[in-house]
């Protein structure tokens, strides 16, 4: 029995945290979707050697690229996470069409 106690107790509090494990903060994955947005190559290399200079937030899962005169909105799409494994959001980014504005 006293080994059965503190099992059953370390059972109990890891189950209820694993609950936690299932999300990020919305602070750790808005970072998760910028650095997504920033590696990403196809976004990179949509501007034409011109650098990303803003990633702006529009709404949930909705960014603003920018780079010189040009920007292109990016969709965070949801992915399902396999059954039954938690863990953080799993996501694309779909980066939609450049857009140039001449001065």
Not at 18 to 47: C, D, Q, T
Not at 55 to 61: A, G, P, V, Y
Not at 81 to 95: H, I, S, Y
Request: hydrophobic letters at 50%; charged letters at 20%; glycine letters at 8%.
């Amino acid at each position: 029995m006293r080994i059965l106690v503190p099992v059953l107790a370390f059972a109990a509090a890891w189950g209820a945290s694993a609950a936690a494990w299932a999300a990020l903060p919305p602070v750790y994955e808005r970072a998760a979707e910028f650095r997504a947005i920033a590696n990403h190559a196809g976004i990179a290399n949509a501007f034409e050697g011109n650098p990303i200079e803003k990633i702006e937030f529009l709404s949930k899962d909705l960014y603003r690229v920018s780079a010189g005169d040009c920007h292109l909105d990016v969709a965070i799409v949801g992915k399902p996470n396999l059954d039954g494994l938690v863990g953080p959001r799993q996501f694309e980014v779909k980066p939609g069409t450049v857009v140039c504005e001449s001065e």
